[in-house]
């Protein structure tokens, strides 16, 4: 595809619950990222991949939170366990490497915790 | 701490004028810095990078300034239409690691009023 893809778009889980969003990245990009974003907030950096290495997980709110990059394309955010202080849009972005790469972000996922 | 500040508050302006939106940061240096676009429902856009060398960067109706002795980057948008409608967001690079790591501010809403 021609943009960053992520899935499902909209996401409803009962506490406890643990889901799993995807981010596909634009075809090449060396550089993943996830973010969160409460309704009327900016995006808050969750972790960072480069290629299959997670290099910074520093913004990953609990040890709920675990996301993967296996073979440096496909992403997967894992949160176990949900809460509802969980919901939020969760967004992926991918960049070509470089300082100042231009970030392409997906449409998100809004997750809701009931 | 660090601190990243837009008006949270919604800017309205009439369509014709000139939209200035203010981006004010705290503790940092960055080598660059990087405005945002978000519709309701879509992940942020890129629009524009400047770099801490660069004064002023134009493109099309749009220009942003960036002072780094004021910590301070302005955005404006001439002849305003109800389409430049959205929030925007300022992004610095605020990673020590080698790579980029991009955080946002809270965002202003821009409403243009026909």
Do not use: M
């Not at chain 2, 004010?24 to 992940?43: C, H, K, V």
């Not at chain 2, 404006?76 to 955080?103: E, F, N, R």
């Amino acid at each position: 595809g021609a943009g960053v893809s992520q899935s499902p778009r909209y996401k409803v889980a009962k506490r406890g619950q643990d889901v799993a969003l995807r981010c596909d990245p634009i075809s090449g990009h060396v550089s993943l990222f996830w973010y969160q974003q409460a309704l009327g907030q900016g995006p808050e950096f969750l972790t960072y991949f480069q290629n299959e290495a997670q290099l910074d997980k520093s913004g990953l709110p609990s040890d709920r939170f675990f996301a993967e990059r296996p073979e440096g394309s496909v992403s997967t955010l894992k949160i176990q366990r949900t809460q509802q202080e969980d919901s939020a849009v969760y967004l992926c972005a991918s960049s070509q490497e470089g300082a100042g790469s231009q970030a392409f972000f997906g449409q998100g996922t809004r997750l809701t915790v009931v | 701490s660090q601190k990243i500040e837009q008006n949270s508050e919604a800017l309205n302006i009439q369509e014709g004028k000139t939209a200035t939106l203010t981006c004010n940061y705290t503790n940092y240096s960055p080598a660059y810095l990087q405005w945002y676009r978000q519709d309701p429902g879509r992940g942020p856009v890129f629009l524009l990078l400047i770099r801490e060398n660069e004064k002023e960067k134009r493109k099309e109706r749009l220009k942003v300034t960036f002072d780094t002795t004021l910590k301070q980057s302005l955005f404006h948008i001439t002849a305003s239409q109800p389409a430049d409608s959205a929030t925007y967001l300022c992004a610095l690079d605020t990673g020590s690691g080698g790579y980029q790591k991009v955080t946002f501010g809270i965002g202003t809403k821009l409403q243009v009023i026909p």
